[in-house]
């Protein structure tokens, strides 16, 4: 029935009841009945009509199901800060009691599919969570990806004699097509298996699956962005390695002392690149490594290179995705270096009034009018201009599209990239690792 028709079928109702209202009134006031009978009369009727259409508002079709998907979205919503990290014993229980709290549900049950993960309401104290899954049913959701109504107690299996649960409605939870668990709602009559609670339950079984695809979708994600750490680790230039073992070789003859601090300096660096499993790291300590790399650069090339730093102390503890800035410093040397002359580098690193901006400049040979724009494209470039991208990614992955690498570049004049981090997603590290950073 539309909503217009319904509404219009309301008001006839209260028309006819008033109208009989009125003619009984009309006609104990023609008998001469005593005034009391008709009040009473004239009560009765008036309570007739406005239960009547009460009755009829609160069971009216589209009310039902305004209510019953309000309570789904509140559930939904409420439990997804659980299912975000995933389907688990303690992340099912805490839905499943949302869903108790919330249904006409005896019970809630959310099951993998193999096991009960989670259980809440009437029977906790016998159906085990970590148990295997029991129920016939249940493991025909799964197996057919089809939801299951069980009608009486042989349905459900449980083997406790003196379980009070007769009816259940089973319903996959599924992640991109396929099923990985069930949602299980317990009642003690089958009376209560009607259309509703079976839609409710489906499209709470929806709402949930989409949460649990979401989760899959960070943890992808996360993993995505390890790997493209890992990979970026991978990805420091050899020749910078056999160019520094060469340069300690050298200095061993002519200055023992500063070979043996470069090889110590070159340990923890090397060990630094390959073991460090952080996302993210406070500004201080990879302004330290910078510093690390620079050293050996400078050993290299001697009076070659000249590095300059401007660092506001307050931008120290400000997390950063590990390896952020020194691919680009490294960038800047590998493809900025002109023969002959001197390239000079500054680091810069301030707060301003709504980011926080690292810039890394030279005065190098510059990059192509027709390539600056390509720098961060996907595919563009080879060696360090995708480990560009790859920060240029993480960046955005961790602080959303306000932040990430801005590059100009002047062909023979030198390039400036600026990395930029948008303010509210900011986080800050300890005191002491900017301390630590500071004094290097």
Known sequence: MTPRRTILFDSLLLFAVTVLAVVAAWVLISASSPRWVLLTALGGLTLIAMGSVIARWVSRPDHLKAMHSDRMLQIANESLAYLRKGLDTETAGAVCRLALDKTEAAAVAITDTQAILGFAGLGEDHHAVGGPVLTRATREAIELNEHQILHNKADIGCPERTCLLRAAIVVPLEVRGQPVGTLKFYYTTPRLLNETQVTMAEGLARLLSTQLELSELDRQTELACRMELKALQAQIHPHFLFNTINTIAMLIRTDPEQARALLREFAWFYRRT???????????????YVRTYLHFVMARFG???????????????????????????????????????????????RRLSRQIEIEVSDDGVGIRPEDVTRVLEPGFGRGLGIALKNVDDRLKGHYGPGSGLH??????????????????????????DAESAGGR
Do not use: Y
């Open 274 to 288: 390959l073991e460090a499993g952080d996302e993210l790291v406070p500004l201080g300590k990879e302004i330290q």
């Open 303 to 349: 009076d070659r290179i000249e590095v300059a730093e401007e660092i506001d102390p307050a931008t120290l503890g400000v997390l950063v995705p590990a390896f952020a800035v020194q691919p680009v410093v490294e960038n800047a040397v590998q493809h900025g270096m002109k023969p002959e002359e001197v390239l000079h580098v500054e680091v810069r690193a």
């Open 407 to 432: 590059i100009s570049s002047e062909l023979g004049r030198g390039t400036l990239v600026r990395i930029l981090i948008a303010p509210d997603d900011v986080a800050q590290g300890g005191a002491d």
